[in-house]
């Protein structure tokens, strides 16, 4: 069964909507609530709370470059990346619906961390960190979780693996 294109739309701006507001809420709480604090630990340091600010990309890449290049790349570079994927992701003749929304999720989640790279000098807001025992995630955010998964969702998609349960044509598989 197909989605008609209104329908597609309504997920499309739903998903795009609900990640970057779930991100930018999380971002402002752990900016007004976390500041000066150390981090806070639960269930038995699985996960951690704490306010980090990050000039460079996943895992801190290329916040060692010099300011004027580190702009260039994650501010005129993101956006010039946000802009071409947009100009893709909204042809009409565009990939099938869970390519789409994995794609819209990564989307969403540059771009709100774009925007806060805009609204607060270069710097994206990260708070959360996984890890057990010496083993652990960098510092992020909910922006970064909708890039992470919806880059694995697009990898698992690209390889026949459908993570809505439906096939290629958009038909639903199986007895889910």
Known sequence: MKLSRLLRAVFVAGTIVSTIGCDQATKHIARSHLAGLPPISFLGGLVRIGLAQNEGG???????LPPALRARVFLLGVAAVLVLA???????????????LCAWCIWAGGLSNLLDRV??????????????????????????????????????????????????????????
């Open 58 to 64: 996943f895992l801190s890449i290329g916040s060692s």
């Open 86 to 100: 947009v100009v893709y992701l909204a042809r009409p003749a565009g990939p099938r619906f869970s390519v789409l």
């Open 119 to 176: 609204l607060f000098a270069g710097r994206v807001t990260d708070f959360m960190i996984v890890g057990l025992g010496p083993l652990h995630t960098g510092v992020f955010n909910v922006a970064d979780v909708a890039i992470v998964a919806g880059a694995v969702f697009l990898v698992l998609s690209a390889y026949g693996a459908h993570p809505t349960g439906a096939g290629p044509d958009g038909v639903q598989m199986g007895n889910r």
